[in-house]
Each structure stands twice: as C-alpha cells, then as structure tokens.
C-alpha cells in the first residue's frame, strides 16, 4: 500500500526556517519525481514546487523561489521541504504528493509571533 | 501563469442527479508532448485531496465510473452520472502542462 507521511510542521515566527519531511512507503520512491502542495485555511490549493528522481532538477513557484528548498534522499525513501524567512502568508497545510495520484495526510504550519 | 476558471463554485444535488462542473484555462494545456496535463482531484471533509480523473479522461484506479472527463485545449468537464453521498466535498482541476503548476478555485458539491 502507498503511503505517504509528513512531518515537522509547528509554530514558527516570521522570519524563521523550518523543515518538513514525507516519508514514503509500498512503492519505488527513486522512481517518481515528488511535489509539494499546500492549503491555507478554507482556500484552494497552491503548488509549491517538485523535484526529480535523483533530486537533480526542481521547478519552484515563483512565490517561494529562494525561500523554500526542495531535496530529497531515495535511500531514506524521504522528501523534503527546507522552509526559510516564512512569512505569516505562508501559514497553510503542507501536503507531499506523488503526481497527483497519492496525497499525505497534511501537516500545519503556522507563522506568528 | 495558467489561470483556471472553475464553475459552479457551489453545486446543490440531489442524490441520483447527474452534474457537471466546468474548468476553463487561460491558455491551451495541450503539451508539446501530445499530452494534455488536466486533471481531477476530489476533496472530502477532513481529508486530503484525492485524483479521479487524470489526462483530461483517463479514470483513476478504484473511482467509480460515474465519474467522467472530457474536453480539449482550454475547456474541460468534470460529470458526474448519478450523484452518492459520498461524493460530496471540493472538487478541484489542476493542470500540469506549464509550470507553475495552477489548481481552480474549487467546486463544492453540497446535498439539497
């Protein structure tokens, strides 16, 4: 069964950095280039950037370009998301996707002072 | 970036009526490739989204077939043949032909 699962969300202040984590099982993650997506409260869903199979290549949105760094580690079978200088705008649920066809559960991140 | 226009934003239906939703582009999703990246995703209370449709037609694994899509360019249909219960929820299009990668709005389809 394909499984996705983050971690690492909190509270963290403006200007901050925080990382999330997705671990993934039940298929070949070297396999498949990854996303990240994220919700804020009651509102659609924005994409956040992607990543290759071998971490070589990630496409950005604009709105998080150099602030949030996208990698990973096949051999942990793991995806990350290094978050820097958050703002209270990026306040939203974090969700890993694998293109499109398989979701984590979300994690919640929250800037504020 | 792409925008996506989706309507109705909300959908009252009643159990066993047929409806559609409507999702249109600012610019043609067709790839170069060949490929038209434009696809369905399902949000239930609570829950993370969850794909129906993918390609424009092409129906996900374990999702009934009630569910359909169609379209081409910059216009596309999400229908559903024959509303359950447990269709309720958001449902969103969200196209991957050109980065940055854009979702609509949302559809919410809510019981009358």
């Known amino acids: 069964e394909v499984q996705l699962v983050e971690s690492g969300g909190s509270l963290v202040q403006p200007g901050g950095s925080l990382k999330l984590s997705c671990v993934a099982s039940g298929f070949t993650f070297s396999n498949y280039w990854m996303d990240w997506v994220r919700q804020t409260p009651g509102k659609s869903l924005e994409w956040i950037g992607e990543?290759?199979?071998?971490?070589?290549?990630?496409n950005y949105a604009p709105s998080i370009k150099d602030r949030f760094t996208i990698s990973r580690d096949n051999a942990k079978s793991t995806l990350y998301l290094q978050m820097s200088n958050v703002k209270s705008d990026d306040t939203a649920i974090y969700y890993c996707?694998?293109?499109?066809?398989?979701w984590g559960q979300g994690v919640m991140v929250t800037v504020s002072s | 970036d792409v925008v996506l226009t989706q309507t109705p934003p909300t959908l009252s239906a009643t159990i066993g009526q047929s409806v559609s939703i409507s999702c249109r582009s600012s610019?043609?999703?067709?790839?170069?490739?060949?490929?038209?990246?434009l696809h369905w995703l399902l949000q239930r209370p609570g829950q993370s989204p969850q794909l129906l449709i993918y390609l424009v037609s092409r129906l996900e694994s374990g999702v009934p077939n009630r569910f359909s899509g169609s379209g081409s360019g910059t216009d596309f249909t999400l229908k559903i043949s024959g509303v359950e219960a447990e269709d309720l929820g958001v449902y969103y299009c969200v196209q991957g032909t050109h980065a940055p990668y854009t979702f609509g709005a949302g559809t919410k389809l809510e019981l009358k």
């Open positions: 610019q043609s999703l067709l790839h170069s490739n060949g490929n038209t990246y």
């Open positions: 996707t694998r293109l499109w066809d398989y």
């Open positions: 990543i290759n199979t071998d971490g070589s290549k990630t």
